[in-house]
């Protein structure tokens, strides 16, 4: 269904005959869309009404632009006006990636609103790229080596092309295989990459506008686009620990993850460090993982679950036991 809010219209997937029950909202990650929690509602039992929302820029929603100088707020504002106009009360928020630190920034502004929290290895409450340590302090004041400037040049370019072939590593069916699982195989393959070609590509949306800097990797954030929302000069939780109330948060990872990890794969100081990209000065790698951990640890009422032999993507590689942990926490909430 279509929802038309004064920021804009969101496209909301639901499940035929679910229109009522405690409301389960799916946020999905970077580049995706909606559809890739098709099976994860499907599978909700019936005490739950499953929704599932294109972020603005992805899937069917209007591609408005980000600004990226709000952090994640334009997308978590989106969720706010979209949980009012449908008069959701106490809804349970799952976050995938992207989508993780979005219902976090749900969270941080509108904790009475929220039922419970899944985390489903979300980015870092300290954002993607340019910090250091568990408590995210920032390598450079201008968050050099984050923003839309570290984004693979023909992945976006094959994005927008929308290019479904296996032909190039950087396609973006190869970049489902290598990163959002850890075995290709993947049932309904084509379904995900046509998904993550619904991504709207430009400075306005992804990844945004690229900035040089005079620090190495020579890359800072700019002010518009996805990549840059995620920077940590943007976006940063360092005060959810003092909300009220608190309510429950699961927190469920693939141990296996390349994307979000404290050795990323796509974070330029460690491929710095493996000297992929030339010239470090020895920067050490995002913990991107142990940051997550600190910022929960300090919240109080959470609980780690990390599934073995699995990558980015539990809800697809082990949906059966990723449904066990989803549902085990609404029912306690």
Not at 45 to 59: H, I, K, S, T
Not at 270 to 294: C, E, I, K, N, Y
Request: hydrophobic share 35%; net charge negative; proline share 9%.
């Amino acid at each position: 269904m279509k929802v038309t809010t004064p920021r804009l219209t969101q496209n909301v997937l639901t499940v035929e005959g679910r229109d009522t029950g405690e409301p389960v909202l799916f946020v999905h990650g970077n580049v995706s869309s909606a559809a890739f929690w098709r099976d994860s509602m499907a599978a909700l039992p019936g005490r739950y009404r499953p929704l599932a929302v294109d972020l603005r820029g992805f899937g069917e929603s209007d591609p408005a632009p980000v600004d990226a100088t709000r952090g994640l707020r334009d997308w978590s504002d989106d969720l706010i006006e979209l949980v009012e106009a449908l008069g959701l009360d106490g809804v349970h928020l799952v976050g995938w990636s992207l989508g993780g630190g979005i219902v976090l920034q749900v969270l941080r502004d509108r904790p009475a609103a929220v039922r419970s929290v899944t985390l489903v290895n979300p980015i870092s409450p300290y954002g993607f790229g340019g910090t250091e340590g568990p408590d995210g302090r920032l390598t450079h004041p201008d968050g050099t080596g984050a923003g839309a400037g570290a984004a693979n040049p023909d992945f976006v370019a094959r994005l927008k092309a929308g290019d479904m072939s296996d032909e190039s590593p950087t396609s973006p069916r190869n970049v489902f295989r290598s990163s959002y699982v850890k075995h290709p195989g993947i049932a309904d393959e084509d379904f995900y990459v046509r998904s993550m070609l619904t991504t709207r590509v430009g400075e306005a949306n992804y990844p945004g506008d690229a900035v040089t800097s005079a620090q190495w990797p020579g890359v800072a954030p700019g002010k518009h686009g996805i990549l840059n929302a995620i920077a940590p000069t943007c976006f940063r939780l360092d005060d959810l620990h003092e909300i009220d109330p608190k309510p429950p948060i699961l927190w469920i990872r693939g141990a296996d993850d390349v994307i979000v990890s404290d050795t990323s794969l796509f974070d330029l100081a460690h491929l710095g460090a493996l000297g992929v990209v030339p010239g470090s000065p020895g920067t050490p790698a995002q913990p991107m993982v142990t940051q997550t951990r600190a910022v929960l640890e300090r919240y109080g009422p959470y609980r780690e679950a990390v599934i073995d032999d699995c990558g980015h993507s539990p809800h697809l590689e082990h949906p059966e036991e990723f449904r066990r942990l989803l549902t085990a926490h609404l029912g306690e909430a």
